[in-house]
């Protein structure tokens, strides 16, 4: 997760990713493709250990161009994303509405909403829908926040809601999504209203 180029947690992110970058090129490309074999057919927290490894060895990998070079095969199972080459790994958010399935290799735009898979789409922009109104309450502007009469306990109520909803995308729209998809990777925080993983119960 990004959360601003100056943050501590990015330097973090990046230290942890510097084993990536000493390893040579089709060590790293053989290691992606054995970790997306272990991946493959399950809906995974955006927070999963496992999953945070593969991510930082992926942006390494783009940066070097790996897909491209096409040093190892990944699992058959997934196809090639349009966006950078890379094997197809599609990231479930809040934001699904506006910004599709984003890709795990280069954070682009990976699936545009109006190409999910008709059979999942209606239950994505339903829940898309009632997720919106629940984030919001975290950006509220005062005038906003005085006509809540207590922006606290509309904070904490969206919190709790939010958590509710994260749960439901791991539970249900992330495992129906693997129709389609060989792995599905969901988000499981929402840093805005102070949800955590550990706060998202399946």
């Not at 490894?53 to 699992?75: C, D, G, M, N, S």
């Not at 909403?113 to 008709?118: A, G, H, R, T």
């Not at 955590?196 to 399946?202: F, M, Q, S, T, W």
Request: hydrophobic fraction near 40%; proline fraction near 6%; aromatic fraction near 10%.
């Amino acid at each position: 997760m990004s959360f601003g180029p100056e943050s501590s947690l990015d330097t973090l992110w990046k230290q942890y990713g510097r084993v990536f970058r000493d390893w040579d090129d089709l060590t790293l490309a053989r290691w992606l493709a054995q970790t997306l074999g272990q991946l493959e057919g399950r809906a995974w927290r955006l927070s999963h250990p496992l999953l945070g490894a593969y991510r930082l060895a992926a942006q390494v990998a783009h940066e070097k161009q790996i897909w491209f070079k096409r040093l190892a095969t990944p699992p058959a199972g997934y196809v090639e994303s349009p966006c950078c080459r890379a094997p197809f790994l599609p990231l479930l958010t809040r934001d699904v509405r506006a910004e599709g399935l984003i890709c795990q290799h280069c954070n682009e735009i990976l699936v545009p909403f109006e190409e999910l898979p008709v059979e999942q789409r209606e239950a994505v922009e339903q829940w898309a829908k009632l997720y919106e109104p629940v984030h919001a309450v975290a950006h509220w502007d005062d005038r906003q926040r005085r006509a809540s009469g207590n922006y606290d306990t509309a904070f904490e109520a969206a919190a709790l809601e939010a958590e509710k909803l994260l749960a439901h995308a791991g539970s249900e729209l992330a495992p129906k999504l693997l129709e389609s998809y060989a792995t599905m990777v969901w988000e499981d925080q929402d840093e805005c209203l102070e949800v955590r993983p550990e706060d998202v119960k399946l």
